[in-house]
């Protein structure tokens, strides 16, 4: 590993703690597709205020590299921060938890001032899935309720189109992180008979969260849930 993609220890970052008295961010739960002025806001818990004080100082630290996300540091770091979110029974408010019975549903949890990230959580009702798709940008999830069913595409430039190559189940507790682009191309879904839900963490503001993350590709094989 180079030296410029070197960082401090993840264990070395500060670690949150809330001031009495001081008054929470607030956050919304709905879907983002929802327009800005009609989201209703909730006050934001001890939880996700430890996540995203954990994000911020992982920015901190890689605020010399030109793009962050490709430090090795960076990408490890996220991972260790969506797997203590995840750890967390109180994350989501009953609210956040709710599914559509159209499409799985995306409730915006927090989004950076500066708009380097923002956090959701999907909401996936029995045999919804994701479109077959690759990233306009890093992202990471993390599963906190139920299991799912991810799908691992390998892009082909020549036939512009993407194959799938294996199938795997993600329980709770499942952790992935990718980088921009089509090198992790994949699809989401629950297969089973009870719902799911996954925490994700995109490198886009709260505004651009349905429009700037998902590369949307034609997949061959395995595209659709059994």
């Known amino acids: 590993m180079s030296e410029d993609l070197r960082a401090p220890s993840f264990n070395r970052l500060p670690v949150y703690r809330p001031q009495s008295g001081t008054p929470a961010d607030t956050a919304s739960p709905v879907r983002a597709d929802t327009p800005p002025q009609s989201q209703p806001h909730i006050a934001r818990n001890p939880p996700l205020a430890r996540l995203c004080d954990a994000l911020d100082a992982i920015f901190d630290a890689c605020a010399h590299f030109p793009e962050p996300s490709d430090s090795t540091f960076f990408a490890r770091s996220m991972r260790i921060a969506l ?97 921009g682009g089509r090198g992790g191309i994949h699809q989401l879904g629950n297969r089973s008979d009870a719902s799911a839900v996954s925490l994700h963490i995109y490198g886009v503001s709260g505004a651009q969260i349905a429009t700037h993350v998902n590369d949307v590709v034609r997949g061959t094989k395995a595209t659709e849930l059994a």
């Open 83 to 179: 797997a203590q979110a995840a750890a967390e029974p109180a994350l989501l408010a009953p609210p956040q938890r709710e599914g559509s019975t159209q499409t799985y549903r995306r409730h915006l949890l927090a989004a950076d001032p500066q708009g380097r990230y923002a956090v959701a959580a999907l909401v996936w009702q029995p045999q919804q899935a994701s479109p077959v798709h690759g990233h306009h940008t890093w992202c990471g999830y993390a599963v906190l309720e139920g299991a799912l069913s991810e799908t691992i595409f390998e892009w082909n430039s020549t036939q512009h189109c993407a194959s799938a190559t294996r199938t795997q189940t993600r329980k709770h507790g499942a952790v992935s992180f990718v980088r």
